[in-house]
């Protein structure tokens, strides 16, 4: 079992709807979550962090952790064609901070 | 503000050769330096990690090797390359608060690598 697992993609939706992105993770201590963006040929950047249960928004994204469920997932409201990117969840432990990735899912707004 | 920087940006370097990438960070003191490697289609592989001077923790054996020989400078060497290190290298930093939950990592511009 891969450490941390998302659905490679890719997932298409029409530009305006809502992209929801998952991610579950196997290390049950795993305490920080993060969401890269990351477009084609060029370096992630971090979109979001969420360290506790629940929701977490920031613009038109959400993050949703559910540790019990060992889930979490991002939501893009209102997606435009410059959110085409790959999407990348990142999970590290309690301690240290080593992050690790998952393969990333692709996403592609169409307008 | 902190920033982060790596080169070359692109190399294309025969099989056998050495390799040498290097990576900066301004703005902070003594931060965590990571070097990841990306191949085509696929995840970030964390390859060696260090949290100060001289200290390198290696993640995956392989021919590569890292070093540390300033706070801020993280450098990716090889003696000889093989096709298989081929790849997308990140260097990326986060600060060094220890165990505190949201140690954020942030990535460089990355370097290309093609062994030929």
């Known amino acids: 079992q891969k450490e941390v697992e998302q659905n490679s993609g890719p997932l298409s939706v029409p530009e305006g709807a809502i992209a929801s992105l998952n991610c579950t993770y196997s290390?049950?201590?795993?305490?920080?979550f993060f969401w890269y963006r990351q477009y084609s040929g060029k370096s992630p950047e971090l979109i979001m962090s969420i360290y506790s249960n629940g929701d977490k928004e920031d613009g038109r994204f959400t993050a949703q952790l559910n540790k019990a469920s060992q889930y979490v997932s991002l939501l893009i409201r209102d997606s435009q064609p410059s959110d085409s990117a790959t999407y990348l969840c990142a999970v590290s432990r309690e301690y240290g901070n080593k992050l690790v990735f998952g393969a990333g899912t692709i996403l592609r707004v169409k307008s | 503000s902190q920033t982060i920087h790596q080169w070359p940006a692109t190399l294309v370097q025969p099989v056998g050769s050495p390799l040498s990438l290097e990576c900066t960070v301004e703005?902070?003191?003594?931060?965590?330096l990571y070097w990841y490697r990306q191949a085509a289609g696929r995840g970030l592989q964390l390859l060696f990690y260090?949290?100060?001077?001289?200290?390198i923790s290696s993640e995956v054996p392989q021919n590569l090797s890292a070093s540390r020989p300033q706070d801020r400078q993280f450098i990716l060497s090889s003696k000889k390359l093989l096709l298989s290190d081929s790849g997308f290298y990140l260097c990326?930093?986060?600060?060094?608060?220890?165990?505190?939950?949201?140690?954020?990592?942030?990535f460089g511009e990355g370097s290309w690598l093609t062994v030929v």
């Open positions: 990326a930093w986060s600060r060094s608060l220890g165990f505190i939950s949201g140690n954020t990592i942030y």
């Open positions: 703005g902070t003191s003594n931060p965590n």
């Open positions: 290390d049950r201590v795993s305490q920080s």
């Open positions: 260090s949290v100060g001077i001289g200290q």
